[in-house]
Structure formats: C-alpha cells, structure tokens
C-alpha cells in the first residue's frame, strides 16, 4: 500500500455536513463580464464547496474533532469541530490531527497540533500554518497540503516568518496562525496518470504556441518543428515568459520582506 493511500486511511467514512456546504456555478475560467482570463478550463465533475472557517472566531471555547473529511475544493483534508453548544464548524486540518482530539482559538493556549494562537505568543522554532495578514481577517497564508511556515524571531510588534519558499516576512504579532504542518504532505506524489482525470477537475486540453499559426501565436508558422524564433518565450498577448518577474516594484507591503525567496534552477 502505497504513502497516499495511507495517508487517506484517516479519512472519515461519513457525508460532509450538509449546512455547511454551499453550490455554486461554474464560470469555466471567465470574469464577471464573461471573458476568458484564465484559458483552458471548463467541464469538470459537480462539486460543492465547503465553508472553512479559516479565522476560526469562536475565542477561547475548546472544540472536539469529530471527522477528518476530504475536500474537493483543496489540496489539504479538512477537520469538523464540535463546539460545546453543539455548533458544527469545518477548519483545515493539520498533519497528524485526530478524530476526538481538542482544539482551541484563543490568545494564548497550549502549543500543541491544531490549536490557533496569536503570534506574539508563539515560541520561535514552532511551526505553523494558516497564517493571518491582518489581525481578525481569517488565515490567508499557508494553507497548501503539506506546507509550515517557521517562526525565526520576535521583533517589538512583529514576527518573523520563515515561508515555505525561503522568503523571510515580518508579520504582526496581532494574528494568528494555527500550530502544525498543513495536512496531507504526500499530496505532492500524487500522479495524475491519465488524461481524463484532468478532464474530471476541470482542465481542457492545452495546445502548445509552436503548433499554432503565426496569427494565433508569437510562437506560431514556420515549416515543420521549427523554434520559437525568439530570444525569449513570449505569451499569446507578446508579454514575456517564464522567469520574468510579476510583482510591482513599488508594492506596498515590499517592506515588510527581509528575505526574498530562493530562485528556482533547472
């Protein structure tokens, strides 16, 4: 039996619960005014969405997990919490949680697996995900299977995160983040092995821009398997490819990086 199978061992053999699921209509890549931004996606099997609490805004009142569930929606699984008036909430789930183990939201509270505290409060050295931007607005950062971040130091009113990238941030101490690693980590070795099972999550196929007429690509034209023709790859739209870099100069939030993340080789 193989890590990934395994890994889905934990899962609990029940339904998701149903007021916390929410459908919604397939939009198949396109904005609200209906055109294509991102290409290539349509199809796909019926899925409904799961309301995560990411904030988790019930303070300070312990929770019991009381299912591990699979979630369509994301690569991680997701955990559903019992709250003692007998409130159900769905939230990630974290590597190694389980069924019957208690959880908490709160200021300060135990480390330990899947309780959320406020950053301040946490030793440097831990590990932790889910990760608030700005205090109260729900975990925003970190939320892949498989992905922590590191807490490197504590600075008058901000921390210091390692990501999973390498990039060093400074985030305020006013939010929170949950304790653990983001459950799932195998997820990576996932293979996809067929065609149609891209076709089920929703991928229509990708032509490549060589292939296509000179009209319908920069790459496009020439006689057989000819090359791009270009010193550097080009977009459908002429804007270049692959290792240009996408963030603004001037972006705001640029000072509170210390360290910029490792480039990729190969």
Known sequence: MTKIQNSKRILTK????????????????????????C????????????????????????A???????????SAFIALLQ??????????ASKDLKVGDEVICAEKAEIKIGSRIKLKN??????????????GKGGKLIRGAGTSAKVLAQEETFTHLEMPSGEIRKVSQECSATIGQVSYPEHRFVKIGKAGRMRLKGFRPTVRGTAMAISDHPHGGGEGRSPIGLKHPKTPWGKPALGVKTRKKRKRSNKFIIKRRKKKHG
Do not use: C
Request: hydrophobic residues 30%.
């Open 122 to 135: 946490i030793p440097v050295g831990t590990q932790v995900f889910n990760v608030e931007l700005e205090p």
């Open 83 to 92: 709250y003692q008036n007998g409130e159900k909430r769905y939230i990630l």
């Open 39 to 62: 290409r290539h996606r349509g199809g796909g099997v019926k899925r409904l969405y799961r309301i995560v609490d990411f904030g988790q805004e019930k303070l300070n009142i312990p």
């Open 64 to 74: 019991k997990v009381i299912a591990l569930e699979y979630d369509p929606n994301r």
């Open 14 to 37: 029940k339904k998701p619960e149903k007021k916390l699921l929410v459908s919604f209509k397939k939009r198949a890549g396109r904005n609200m005014q209906g055109r294509i931004t």
